[in-house]
């Protein structure tokens, strides 16, 4: 049975793995880690279903093998941690040829050295759809890890990097009948990536981890009008966000002007963005850009504040509105 | 959405959890794990697939719910470790009502709450096909895990109860047009539970992890001519099995009567009877029996020995027959 030798081709392909808490990796009941260290651990797990999370008519296999493994990675570095550790199930159906399979662990190995993560276990059986459940497991400095309870009012709110761009992707590949030959060719290569192959703010979740001033942090994978909901539902406050500060990427505003979409609803409402969104005091700021600078990280944005009170609102000139939980959804 | 909820209303169901190891449960991109323990940690995952693995027409859901787990806990159990947490991803069809799933949900607790693992999150998506992907946690004495690795010739190959009632079982279900309201009617309860609601061999294996002349072990999911393959593999040894230390379970034995099968085939190649299989040094059987008593757990039965050389071996009356991985596989 060819799925049987998935995981042992993932483990062939990134040679011999070797961690100071690793003691047993593929090839037994159960991956054995040390215990012999003080940081905390993570642990996230996510399932993505063909036709829910994904399409394999214009995802290329490749690029859904290294975007797999970026989605669990994303909720690692959205606690300040460091991932080290992945396990990987696959349901396989067996219309997906062995090319297709492939490419699919081409591009997951791809993603491992990208994180540095090493495989340590997983499963591959059967099925009518593909499904893909990824479980990584992390570490952050004791007590370090940054939760979504602790938004205080007066916290500025930051985002760190553009939004709504895996939104505007998707409308692309929904309404122009896309397919995995037109992704090379296409006019919007930075909407593409964004949806296609995301990458996981690892090195700045890592930062902001030990930077020591963030008071909540999350990944965004709903749309930050549902991620910020979940952060002000935890520390229970409300969040006003200025839609002066939402500045969208070029590349998303000329898309949606040739469209008929308005960006600001892709930056509130669109998922998939996998950037961090985090609060902070914004006396921390200039503290927070110099260390970013000495990494060569880009600055993240203050979009917004943390009120006293409760939901998420959209300030626009004089006006404020309710835009609590009208994120995205996954299409079932 | 309603899967939304299927991981908060465990949370709920099963109260506030404490551990000393948990630092963060459910509810936020990760859980946080205390490092501050001397324990190896161990991790494994399952991915089960509606039709593949089970079948919706004659599982009942809180049984599927307990067997989710129990398959993962086993795992633990056979590297002589205990199971502590557990992550839970579902691929929900919305064929399946509200009852169906707070059954399944009902089943799931249960089987926590036996074996003393806490739920620290999860996903829960929409799907075409049910598909359930469990993550389990567990700890082990520092360097005690046992691994497949380390039978030597000379030990005795052992197995912690009997074998092939699972398969039985599915036969049954199979070729009985077996719906749900059949199973509290069937003549064979022993059969259907071994199928339907499989234990973990979790006091057994946490016995044989702490006792300490074990030299290999695993959990039986695949039939013993297929896991003892896995053992002779990894630690280089041939096995030889005694059709004669076989005695069948007597439902079992019936059943095969009745309906003209051969119980030494599904013994040694059915599937998904969650029992320990191990070798030692037979000269540890009285230390190891006496352990088991003290703690009222069966004595394991020796069924064969360890050889010098390769295969798995079945003798039979004066002959030795090659079965090496002759054994289920999952049906698709």
């Given at each position: 049975m060819r799925e049987r030798h998935v995981i042992s081709q993932i483990a062939a392909l990134t040679g011999p793995s070797s961690h100071p808490l690793l003691v047993q990796g593929i090839g037994d009941d159960c991956a054995v880690l040390s215990g012999q260290i003080a940081d905390d651990h993570l642990v996230t797990t996510d399932m993505l279903v063909e036709g829910v999370h994904f399409d394999c008519r214009w995802h290329p296999a490749h690029l859904l093998g290294r975007k797999s493994l970026a989605v669990s990675v994303s909720d690692i570095a959205a606690m300040g941690g460091e991932a080290r550790f992945a396990l990987l199930s696959l349901a396989l159906?067996?219309?997906?040829g062995d090319a297709w399979i492939a490419e699919f662990i081409e591009g997951f190995v791809s993603k491992l050295a990208e994180e540095q993560v090493i495989l340590i276990g997983g499963d591959t059986v059967g099925g009518d759809k593909l499904v893909i459940s990824v479980t990584v497991l992390g570490g952050v400095a004791q007590g370090k890890a940054i939760k979504r309870q602790g938004a205080r009012p007066g916290d500025g709110i930051y985002v760190t990097g553009p939004l709504g761009l895996a939104a505007a992707a998707l409308h692309l590949c929904q309404n122009q009948c896309?397919?995995?030959?037109d992704v090379a060719m296409s006019p919007w290569p930075n909407l593409l990536k964004a949806l296609l192959d995301p990458e996981a703010q690892s090195a700045m979740g890592m930062l902001l981890g030990s930077f020591g001033g963030v008071s909540a942090m999350q990944d965004i994978s709903d749309g930050i009008a549902t991620d910020l909901a979940h952060i002000c539902q935890a520390s229970r406050v409300a969040a006003e966000i200025f839609a002066?500060?939402?500045?969208?990427?070029p590349d998303l505003e000329n898309y949606c002007r040739l469209v008929g979409l308005n960006p600001i609803d892709l930056q509130l409402?669109?998922?998939?963005?996998y950037q961090l969104l985090f609060t902070m005091p914004p006396r921390r700021e200039p503290a927070l850009f110099l260390a970013c600078a000495a990494e060569s990280l880009p600055e993240p944005q203050r979009i917004g504040v943390v009120r006293e009170g409760a939901g998420i609102w959209l300030r626009q000139g004089g006006a404020a509105t309710e835009i609590t939980f009208q994120g995205y959804e996954h299409r079932s």
């Open positions: 159906p067996s219309r997906l896309f397919k995995i030959e002066d500060c939402l500045a969208p990427h409402r669109g998922g998939e963005d």
